[in-house]
């Protein structure tokens, strides 16, 4: 029923007082939640969804067009064209996930899986390796001891003494003692790009080990590629693993604390993995590796992993695969993240711009 206006007087005025109903105000979608058509606020931020890659125009999310496409939109519609390819089939994985935990545990699982289907490494075919997911390192212990692996003296006190989260593949995709373990301790160790990315990065480490037969990080590799990969992939099948959508996002955010530039990691000696700066692998390398998938696409990634386990050196398959050296290819990244880093990140054309004038040189 319709409620008659009141007045008021004051002095001489007299105010009409209309009794309005309120209006709700519908609450927009944050980028990590972010699906095509639903309301957003934040124009041009981008995220990652099932949908395709999307972007805000202020009002709501909008899947990019290719007229359109953006560095993270071209990367990503490789990525869900070979997600969409890949049969949704059973996995031969064996998850050990410690029933006091928590759900967490679950985001973790189907993250793996996301990362398995991504991959296809892990068909009914191959041998299953196990998984373990906890919050105490000694539940780790307990299960290699019942599974009979070997864990390495050193990854076990690594474990003993966390504070926070850690994660890795260990061993080699034939190996017998192969196993993945994570291992998060606290609330704060799982809300983060760290956390959200790690079950499908780990499962990478596999893949890169499985289709290149183990060559993945031999003499002529780059320890930017052998992170950055993973680190990428983890954030980019988010949608897929029940994770937020926009890791991308954090990983690109994450580069204001880097020290270094990519090209402090274009090398294969292992001796980096104990500079203090190794951390700034995984945000450099991410970004970097979203740019490498947007040039060269999913397709070239693999077969550039496939070449080397019939025999061709790591850098022979990077030419072969991407038609410029890896030398080359660094430079051009590392140039483009740091533009990222700075806030004046290359559009699209730019760095199709550079590769190709780095193509056309060789």
Sequence with gaps: MKLPAKSLVIGHITLVLALITPVAIAATTPAAQAKAGKLCS???SEA????????????????????QETIQSKAFRSVLTRWNKQPDVQLSLK????PKAG???????????????FWGTSDSSAKPL???ISDNYLYIDKILSQLGIFQ???DRDRNAKAQGGQAGFHGAWDDPDAYWDFLFTNIDSRNNSGFWQVPAHEYTHFAQSKLSNRNWSNSGGLKWMDEGIPSYIGAALGPMSKMPNDIMNAWKEDLAGTKVTLDHFNTDDPKVYSDPTWSDVYPLGAVASEALVALVGVDALIQYYSDTASGISLPN???KNFGITNTQMTEILSRYVDSVKTGKAWKLKALEAEYKNAKSLN
């Design 152 to 154: 390495n003296p050193d």
């Design 42 to 44: 934040v124009k041009n």
């Design 103 to 117: 759900k967490w545990t679950q985001q973790i699982e189907t993250g793996i899986r996301a990362g398995a289907r």
């Design 48 to 67: 990652l969804s099932l949908q395709g890659a999307l972007v805000c125009d202020g009002k709501k999310w909008n899947v990019v067009k290719v007229s």
């Design 130 to 132: 196990p998984a373990i």
């Design 317 to 319: 398959s990077f030419k």
């Design 95 to 98: 998850i050990y996930a410690d």
